[in-house]
Structures are given as C-alpha cells and as structure tokens.
C-alpha cells in the first residue's frame, strides 16, 4: 500500500457519471482532504464533506476558464468523463462500414478534446514544488499494440489519442513540474451507464461496481510516481502497453 498522504484539493470531472460520483464520495470520506470541487454539466453533484460543486462543460473552453479561476492549486485532477453510446444513434461500430463523421465528432469531443482543454487551463494551476496527478479515464480499447478484435472504430481512437496527449503533457509538464504525474487509467469493466449495454456477456466477478473500480483507481493514484508519468495504467496497477 502507498504511504502517500490523501490529496488537500481535488478537482472531479464527471462528478455526477457512475465512476465520477463513487471517486468524489471515495475522496470526500478521506482524512485530509480539505476541498473537492466536484464539476458536472448540471453542478449538482454533492457528497458529504467539504465538496464544493460546479456547472462546467468540458467542451466549453469557457466555462473550464471559469472554473479554474475558482480553484487554488488541485493536487489531484480526475477527469471521468466520456462516451461509448447514446443509446439511439450513436454505437460502437462494428465495421468500418459503419463509420461516420458525426459520431467521430461527438466521441472525440468527449473522450479527447475535453480532457485537452480541461489539461490547458487546469495544468498551469497545479503545484510546482510538490506531488500532483493529473489522471483521466482511458480504456484498454486505446492500447494499438493490444488492439486484437478492431472494431469500435471512434471509440479505440478517441483513447488511443487521449493516451497520446497524457504522455505529451507529461514530457511538457515535468520541464516546470517535476513532481506532476500525468496517467490514463482504465477502470475495467464498470456497471454504469456507459458500460451497461455491452456487458451482458462480461463474468459477474470480472463486472465491478463503481464504488469498487473507484477504490481501485484511488490506490492506483496513490502508488503512482513521476517516473511512470504519461502512461496508463489499469485498475489493478498494471501499465497497458502504446
């Protein structure tokens, strides 16, 4: 186990998604964390302990502005947003055949530009002088040396480029933060909302709850040093390869 002191201040986005609600309650529980600011499109998420809530869209470049203005100096970034389906439209292709240009541009948006922009104004206010994770759901669908099936053509590349940009901002950032952690993690299979459509056919044991991919993923944080920084890592700790 990590000997690594709980966060001070926490930044959550996502807050009200099934994994993002089960790391804010996870934090809020943990003795020594004085603010979380837990970040929702609606900025009703709430747990109890010292949560502050906040409406930002991770894909309104002004409102993320907004909100940074509004944090000190977070120890602990999480962005626990993302997009697999909408339940109508928008699925995981199957073939290339299937492809389109809107479903592209919505998964995208969602899965890597929003992580990007949320990178660009929260970084800069993450401390200089100790520990800071800047952490951000990928999946193991990203992996392209692990990628044995295809398919799932929007969704593997929106986690192959996230995981592009981690390891980007990870170089950039240990130039002024050498103590910065940038890391994706992949939570497993999770039963929330994103995942439900597509589990049916996942082993119960192998088929987590949030609140448990959420403890999982605390102690991954928690174990995570400036030497593995821009790699991703599982809910178990093991890194998933390029």
């Known amino acids: 186990m990590s000997a690594e002191p709980a966060p001070k201040e926490v930044v959550i986005l996502g807050a009200s998604g099934g994994i993002g609600d089960a790391l804010l309650r996870h934090y809020a529980a943990q003795p020594g964390v004085e603010a979380i600011h837990a970040v929702s499109r609606s900025g009703t998420a709430s747990a109890p302990g010292p949560v502050i809530s906040h409406k930002a869209e ?7 502005a907004a909100l940074a203005a509004r944090v000190e100096a977070p120890d602990l970034v999480i962005v626990a947003t993302g997009i ?6 928008l699925r995981p292709e199957k073939s290339l055949k299937q492809q389109s240009l809107p479903a592209f541009e919505q998964v995208f948006a969602v899965n ?12 800069p206010r993450m401390p200089r002088d100790r520990r800071a994770v800047f952490a951000a759901l990928s999946a193991r669908v990203g992996s ?3 990628n044995r099936l295809g398919g799932w053509h929007a969704y593997r590349a929106s986690k192959a480029a996230l ?5 980007n901002y990870a170089i950039e950032m240990a130039r002024t933060h050498p103590q910065l952690i940038c890391a994706g993690l992949h939570p497993g299979t999770v039963d929330t909302d994103l ?8 082993p119960k ?14 102690q991954v944080i ?5 030497g593995v920084s821009g790699q991703v890592f599982d809910w178990a700790g093991k890194v998933i390869p390029a």
């Open 163 to 167: 995981n592009m940009l981690l390891r």
């Open 144 to 146: 392209i040396s692990d």
């Open 222 to 226: 928690a174990d995570l040093h400036p």
């Open 84 to 89: 697999l389906s909408d339940g109508t439209a």
């Open 112 to 123: 890597t530009f929003g992580p990007a922009l949320v990178a660009k104004h929260l970084l």
């Open 195 to 202: 995942s439900r459509p597509f589990s049916r056919a996942v």
């Open 58 to 64: 991770i894909t309104d470049e002004d409102s993320l």
């Open 205 to 218: 044991e192998k088929l987590f709850t949030a609140d448990h991919a959420a403890s999982c993923l605390a």
